[in-house]
């Protein structure tokens, strides 16, 4: 019995082999608590440029679609969408995109129009923790091949 217990005590007292590692590499770490979300509008240069609104919480991507859709407030800034009185958006992801279902037409947005969008969508992605490397589609209730092509934000690589 003796012995039963030599055997044992010398396992515990010589572990089991591993070594201590350090943290493992898991991407960025999410921002944790926003003050509100980032919405892209166009200066009178006819750039983009971001805008906070605050919400007081990031929300989602639908949600931050439809803020860009109401406007850019008393900001001077401008957008590139044809106002309308719909703002409701459809968001699906998949692997390497998300897909934005918007409630107007592709004659309804320019291209920086649909920059816009793109940014928006992505910059919350972004800031929720996902990656910069993902691709936006948009689709519209008239779309053509072009206008549906995955896209990137110029502004966040």
Do not use: N
Not at 72 to 90: F, M, N, Y
């Amino acid at each position: 019995m003796k012995r039963i217990w030599l055997v044992v005590a010398g396992l515990l007292l010589a572990g089991c082999g591993i070594e201590p590692a350090g943290p493992a590499a898991g991407g960025e770490a999410p921002t944790g608590v926003a003050p509100g979300v980032t919405l892209y509008f166009v200066d009178a240069r006819h750039q983009l440029r971001p805008q906070l609104r605050e919400t007081e919480h990031l929300g989602t991507i639908s949600e931050a679609v439809a803020l860009l859709l109401t406007g850019p407030s008393d900001s001077g800034l401008r957008t590139e969408i044809k106002p309308g009185t719909v703002t409701r958006v459809g968001v699906t992801t998949e692997p390497g995109a998300i897909q934005l279902f918007v409630p107007f037409t592709v004659r309804d947005v320019t291209s920086l129009g649909i920059d816009q969008l793109v940014c928006t969508a992505l910059a919350v992605h972004v800031q929720s923790g996902g990656s910069r490397a993902m691709k936006v589609r948009v689709r519209f209730t008239l779309s053509t091949p072009e206008s549906e092509k995955e896209r990137t934000c110029p502004l966040i690589t």
